[in-house]
């Protein structure tokens, strides 16, 4: 979707709203960057993106010895609602 309204401005000159986000806080970058590495290795079903699982969140944290405190992990959650909900 971002790409297709990046080719809107592109093409126009004129920003999609959906384009006019604000900056991510930079306390939250580090959570933000984390959903990325999670989302990149998500599972896809028959018909969309799957969910990112607890157990795929867990195995994330093993891999790079992070553990996400409680709020992280219930950004992590927010983002993928947003993500799956966006497609």
């Not at 999670?38 to 795929?56: F, H, L, W, Y």
């Amino acid at each position: 979707m971002r790409w297709h309204l990046e080719k809107v401005l592109e093409q126009t000159g004129i920003t999609p709203p959906q384009l006019d986000t604000p900056p991510i806080p930079h306390e939250l970058v580090h959570v933000w960057e984390y959903f990325c590495q999670m989302s990149a290795k998500r599972t896809c079903g028959a018909m969309a993106a799957n969910p990112i699982s607890d157990e795929q969140v867990m195995a994330w944290e093993r891999r790079h010895g992070i553990r996400l405190s409680p709020f992280e992990g219930e950004c992590v959650d927010a983002l993928d609602q947003v993500f799956l909900t966006s497609e």
